[in-house]
């Protein structure tokens, strides 16, 4: 079982940018496939970005691929969201979501494990 804490999110101009982060607890880290997934007002969960348990391999959504990139450090149980070039409609809750021995991907019930969210509001 692991526990996420999301933190880094706020408020920021369009254009602007913001780095998330997902503390793990557990020794097992290593062993799961992490992913961000946004909800925006009234509209459902949404795939972000998804990344392997060593970092090689990751997945984007259309609407961040080239503005937001997803790292790991797993010395540290971390895992990121650097983004970049922040549009109002990036506005939402971001939730950092773990599944153990799974590859890269954007299947949201493949997820067992989520954290409790973390708001960006992006004003233009």
């Known amino acids: 079982q692991v526990q996420l804490v999301e933190s880094g999110g706020g408020l920021v101009q369009a254009g602007g940018s913001l780095r998330l982060s997902c503390a793990a607890s557990?020794?097992?880290?290593?062993?799961?496939?992490m992913a961000w997934f946004r909800q925006a007002p009234e509209k459902e969960r949404e795939f972000v970005a998804a990344?392997?348990?060593?970092?090689?391999?990751?997945l984007y959504a259309d609407s961040v691929k080239g503005r937001f990139t997803i790292s790991r450090d797993n010395a540290k149980n971390t895992a990121y969201l650097q983004m970049n070039s922040l549009k109002r409609e990036d506005t939402a809750i971001y939730y950092c979501?773990?599944?153990?021995?799974?590859?890269?991907?954007?299947?949201?019930?493949?997820?067992?494990?989520w954290g409790q969210g973390t708001q960006v509001t992006v004003s233009s």
């Open positions: 979501a773990a599944a153990q021995w799974a590859t890269v991907t954007k299947r949201m019930n493949e997820y067992r494990y």
């Open positions: 990344i392997n348990w060593s970092g090689g391999s990751t």
């Open positions: 557990g020794r097992t880290f290593s062993s799961y496939a």
